[in-house]
């Protein structure tokens, strides 16, 4: 019998992940990526009446890092903090709404660990069928430290890009058939900047994310949202 690890988990699930978001990619934009001892990021929002389901994990079994789920009344707006979770994985969880009507979520990943960490679906959605359900909602940002990566902001075919950074960073656009393989010989977009504004497709490809990957020696802090 084939052996089964928790990198194979992991696999599997992200696969099911870009699975289900990218057959309704309004509905989750998940995340994945690097982040060195110290670095943090934060996925876009989701909408909801009704309270949010979390997703997150990191690579490292029992890896204590940091997990909060934020609140804010409008989208971009103050947030206060829902749920906080020192673990290595809060997939599966859901977090009450802090009061009546609509309320915009968010999941942030903090390493708090001495070592660098790799995160995979990271995002809040909606429950289904709740009163004002939207996803993939503002940016997502990261603070992060030399060497670290992040990727996100999943969509369909097209979109204008906008990111921002205080230090240079590499910004990099991924292709992705419909099958959900990456296209690695098509890279519509890779820029050494500390600002991107720009549309990137249609092309030949079904789906679009992007990355920034910090070469440097400083930590960045950024942001990076496809509309």
């Not at 890896?63 to 789920?69: G, H, I, N, P, Q």
């Not at 995002?123 to 939207?134: H, R």
Request: proline letters at 4%.
């Amino acid at each position: 019998m084939k052996r089964v690890t928790r990198s194979t988990l992991l696999v599997g699930g992200l696969v099911l992940a870009l699975v289900l978001g990218l057959a309704a990619v309004s509905s989750a934009s998940s995340s994945g990526g690097s982040l060195p001892a110290g670095s943090s990021m934060c996925s876009d929002q989701a909408r909801s009446g009704t309270g949010a389901a979390v997703s997150g994990i990191v690579s490292s079994v029992n890896a204590r890092v940091t997990w909060t789920v934020t609140a804010a009344d409008i989208a971009g707006g103050p947030e206060t903090t829902i749920l906080r979770a020192v673990t290595d994985d809060v997939t599966g969880r859901t977090v009450a709404a802090p009061h009546a009507g609509l309320v915009f979520y968010r999941v942030c990943l903090s390493n708090t660990t001495t070592s660098p960490v790799s995160f995979f679906r990271v995002f809040a959605s909606p429950p289904a069928g709740a009163a004002g359900a939207l996803s993939g909602i503002g940016p997502t940002s990261a603070i992060l430290g030399a060497g670290g990566t992040v990727c996100g902001e999943l969509i369909s075919r097209s979109g204008h890009l906008t990111a921002s950074s205080n230090l240079p960073v590499t910004w990099f656009v991924r292709a992705y058939n419909g099958d959900l393989s990456i296209l690695r010989q098509v890279r519509p977009l890779t820029v050494t900047s500390t600002s991107v504004d720009r549309v990137i497709g249609p092309g030949a490809y079904a789906y679009l994310d992007v990355c920034a990957i910090n070469h440097g020696a400083s930590t960045a802090t950024l942001s990076m949202q496809f509309a």
